[in-house]
């Protein structure tokens, strides 16, 4: 059975702490993995997509990073704005491309 | 640009009562998938469509039914409804050719009291 586990489950940082979000996943064959900002009551917003182990991706101050085990999400310098649930999805082979989701990692960034 | 747009935003119904929440994907966006979010939990996919056609099923109940029309959007029927039922409905789109990403909507809050 697919799985994806996100961890920590939450996490606090000062403003201009950076840190890192760790998604690692069990699949039997991985077409992507997606990363998603979601705020409270909203729908998930795309972040990127990696697509084989080594690639990287950038976004202000967000960076994914993929290996054959596991994806980081680093956040360098957060800002309160950033605080949010973080939620790491895969697609597998052969699903359809249905995403399977982690239970995400709410991150507070406090001023 | 345009994003995917569901009605309701909200609705409150009683057991027992249907319920009909509609998706309007990004125009040429042929994809449509519905995911349930329960209160703290993550997304979990219920069905999906392409070209009309079911694409593939999830942990979708029996009491529930959806299609997509010749227009692309897509209806979610939820019959029989159960307190257990409350959540948030999503609805994404996706292009089939190009990449993968999925599009959510901002959701419909479905409350069955």
């Known amino acids: 059975e697919d799985q994806v586990t996100q961890s920590p489950e939450a996490l606090r940082l000062q403003e201009g702490e950076s840190s890192s979000l760790n998604c690692s996943y069990t699949v039997s064959g991985l077409r992507g993995l997606f990363w998603y900002r979601q705020d409270p009551g909203k729908g998930p917003e795309f972040l990127f997509t990696?697509?084989?182990a080594g690639e990287e991706k950038e976004k202000e101050r967000l960076k994914a990073t993929l290996t054959k085990k596991e994806s980081f999400l680093h956040i360098t310098a957060p800002k309160p704005e950033d605080s949010a649930t973080y939620l790491c999805a895969v697609q597998v082979m052969g699903s359809n491309y249905k995403l399977t989701f982690g239970k995400g990692t709410l991150l507070t960034v406090n001023p | 640009a345009a994003g995917v747009i569901q009605s309701p935003r909200h609705l409150i119904k009683e057991k027992r009562e249907t319920a009909t929440l509609k998706c309007y994907p990004i125009?040429?966006?042929?994809?449509v998938y519905w995911y349930q979010q329960g209160p703290g939990q993550d997304p979990q996919f219920l069905i999906s469509?392409?070209?009309?056609?079911?694409?593939d099923k999830g942990s979708i109940p029996d009491r529930f039914s959806a299609q997509q029309f010749s227009d692309y959007h897509s209806e979610l029927n939820m019959s029989s409804l159960e307190l257990g039922d409350s959540a948030l409905y999503f609805c994404?789109?996706?292009?089939?050719?190009?990449?993968?990403?999925?599009?959510f909507g901002p959701g419909t809050r479905l409350t069955v009291t």
């Open positions: 469509f392409y070209e009309k056609m079911q694409s």
């Open positions: 994404a789109s996706t292009p089939r050719e190009g990449s993968y990403e999925q599009y």
């Open positions: 125009p040429r966006h042929d994809t």
């Open positions: 990696l697509y084989s």
